[in-house]
């Protein structure tokens, strides 16, 4: 549900820029066209071409995300990872949550050997699409890349970058940092907003941090150096909560007579209302909180105060006002269906759907409608879960996404006993894992093909799926989905 949170987050950070862009500033159709033939010609692997046409659209219309972040996977397919970052980076100037645009930069960053930022921005892009697979596949393969590379190049790098983007405290150097860890305890400002303040992006790097802390399995492995990984994660901390210290420091003084002023300035205003950006902000943090520590309840009463004050708000003071409910509509519906209230989980989901519709939202459209499917599902009512996500086909792009759709639909059908149908799903989402070579779907898919093969009567396609299924299973250490596989009848 955070990727609800980060989506409203993204919009409120686009209510100042409401001016429209002139229409007449670029030839009509010119634009699509060049971003068409960028997209086939990347497709035929002719990447260095598709940069071409990529770098034609951009001058024609210089700021979209899109088409950034088809020139950062051509540059990534030709070996440059450093130009793929750039235009990662580009894509999320202003749209920091932009999902496709995280993906690409974390992308960039494991070829580029930065494997713990890469982790990062995977699990970012993971809280604002948590259905797409390509996150989890990316945060699997960067985990396995640091424990493979643990102490080397890509810890160093950590270290070394943070040296870069904090200010210095005192000189602090990477050579004495575990010296002054050892002479000194840290002093963490009390308020933990004051700390996101100080930190800024990396207060979400600090948090993800003290949570690696918790992986027990991980802690417990060593650098080739011989340093233990723990030591190594609490080693990173020290140097942000040194930076952080610093920085409290050196604006204690403006910080409290700023908060004076604060204070003053809150009593002669006390009566007048609130700004809405600074408001929705500090209200969605609080959901965040909420929800992160698993306080649905809780987390569901903020959003619905929150939509209560929204709904009050005039469309020239919230710009994207039904953006914003669209969200807060999918994010009450999503806290609902974990409580188990399926009628007014799927009543706040079509809401959503309803405003994503009127305000032409593409992805908020798709959001919507697995959603609903997936409240559906959950509560047995299979038959209205392949309605709605059979809307969903002609909005997906291919990949995980589409190869997670399918698997879920032959599912369903395989639950309605319409084992057809599931088989025929089911060949659909095996095909769209085997183009991404994805193991664990193609895994998946198989078994969902061999259980359909088996109600159909056809043993021998249904042993066969199931061997493959087990081959994959094995390939991948699954050891729990090979017992599984292993106690088939047929087998």
């Not at 989506?7 to 229409?23: C, H, L, R």
């Not at 088809?70 to 749209?95: F, H, T, V, W």
Request: one cysteine or more.
């Amino acid at each position: 549900m955070p990727k609800l949170l980060y989506a409203i987050e993204n919009v409120i950070t686009q209510m100042s820029d409401t001016e429209e862009k002139p229409k007449d500033q670029q030839p009509k159709g010119v634009f699509s066209n060049l971003m068409a033939e960028g997209d086939w010609l990347y497709s035929k692997a002719e990447y260095k071409k598709a940069i071409s046409s990529y770098a034609s659209a951009l001058a024609i219309k210089p700021e979209d995300k899109t088409c950034y972040v088809g020139r950062s996977r051509c540059y990534l397919m030709i070996g440059q990872p450093q130009n793929a970052l750039k235009d990662a980076e580009a894509s999320l100037k202003e749209d920091k949550f932009f999902f496709k645009g995280l993906y690409q930069k974390a992308e960039a960053l494991f070829c580029m050997g930065e494997f713990e930022f890469a982790l990062v921005f995977y699990h970012r892009g993971k809280k604002l699409r948590p259905q797409m697979q390509e996150f989890r596949l990316g945060i699997q393969k960067a985990q396995e890349a640091i424990e493979n590379s643990v102490g080397s190049k890509s810890l160093f790098s950590f270290k070394l970058n943070y040296s870069h983007k904090f200010e210095n405290p005192k000189n602090l150097t990477l050579s004495n940092l575990t010296k002054q860890k050892k002479k000194t305890t840290q002093k963490i400002p009390k308020s933990e907003k004051t700390t996101k303040q100080l930190l800024g992006e990396f207060y979400t790097d600090k948090k993800y941090l003290e949570n690696l802390l918790k992986d027990e399995d991980l802690v417990k492995g060593k650098t080739k150096g011989g340093e233990r990984l723990q030591d190594v994660i609490h080693g990173y901390l020290s140097y942000i909560d040194s930076c952080t210290e610093f920085r409290t420091q050196e604006k204690a003084t403006g910080a409290q007579e700023k908060e004076r002023k604060e204070s003053q300035d809150s009593k002669r205003r006390k009566d007048a209302p609130l700004e809405p950006a600074p408001l929705l902000l500090e209200s969605l943090d609080n959901i965040d909180a909420a929800l992160t520590c698993g306080n649905t309840e809780g987390g569901l009463k903020k959003a619905q105060e929150l939509m209560k004050t929204v709904q009050g708000w005039s469309e020239k003071e919230v710009p994207n006002k039904k953006e914003v409910l669209a969200n807060l509509h999918s994010c009450i519906g999503n806290a609902l269906m974990d409580l188990g209230d399926m009628d007014k989980a799927i009543e706040h989901h079509q809401k959503d759907l309803e405003l994503a519709k009127e305000c032409e939202l593409p992805d908020a459209m798709c959001r919507a409608l697995e959603n609903i499917g997936r409240v559906y599902a959950q509560f047995g009512r299979f038959t209205q879960a392949i309605e709605f996500w059979e809307k969903v086909i002609p909005l997906t792009h291919g990949g995980l996404e589409q190869t997670w759709l399918f698997h879920e639909i032959g599912w369903c059908h395989l639950k309605l006993d319409r084992h057809q149908d599931a088989r025929d799903y089911g060949v659909r989402s095996v095909a769209a894992a085997n183009e991404i070579a994805d193991e664990k779907w193609q895994m998946n898919a198989n078994v969902l093909v061999a259980q359909s093969e088996l109600k159909l009567g056809n043993f021998e396609s249904s042993v066969s799926h199931f061997e493959t299924a087990l081959t994959q299973a094995k390939l991948q250490d699954d050891s729990s989905a090979m017992n599984a596989i292993q106690k088939v009848p047929t087998l």
